[in-house]
């Protein structure tokens, strides 16, 4: 389950995206997200979510792409998978970006999800 974020300046979406990850050993106030040092992955600051799956953000030509993967020891259930789209979302949102949000979701694993 991917989300995919159209927009014509991914880069400057991202580096707002980026602004509410906190380092897993010391989050800032505010942090939605956590990410280990020397990690591209992050996960849900909420305690009731982190570490139940985690999200690798990438930029793309005209696009972000958020990817789920799975902890090594677990599946990720729908309910995390839908807990951890709506803080992606509620995050974008939050960023103050002037242009609207073209979001796309899947509703299955997508190309670059690791979940089997």
């Known amino acids: 389950m991917a989300l995919y ?4 300046e991914p880069e400057k979406v991202m580096q707002a995206f ?14 939605r997200w956590l990410r280990p040092k020397d990690s591209e992955y ?3 600051a909420d305690p009731e979510w982190a570490y139940k ?3 690798l953000p990438s930029v793309r030509q005209g696009a972000l792409l958020f990817n789920i993967i799975r902890p090594e020891d677990r599946y990720v259930s729908v309910k ?23 979001i796309k979701m ?8 690791l979940n089997a």
């Open 106 to 113: 899947s509703s299955r694993c997508a190309d670059g999800d």
């Open 80 to 102: 995390a998978y839908a807990a951890y789209h709506a803080e992606l979302v509620g995050t974008l949102m939050d960023a103050g970006l002037a242009q609207p949000l073209d």
């Open 42 to 44: 992050i996960t849900h």
């Open 18 to 31: 980026k602004a509410s990850v906190g380092d897993i050993d010391q989050p800032h106030d505010g942090a």
């Open 53 to 55: 799956s985690w999200v």
């Open 5 to 8: 974020l159209k927009t014509s």
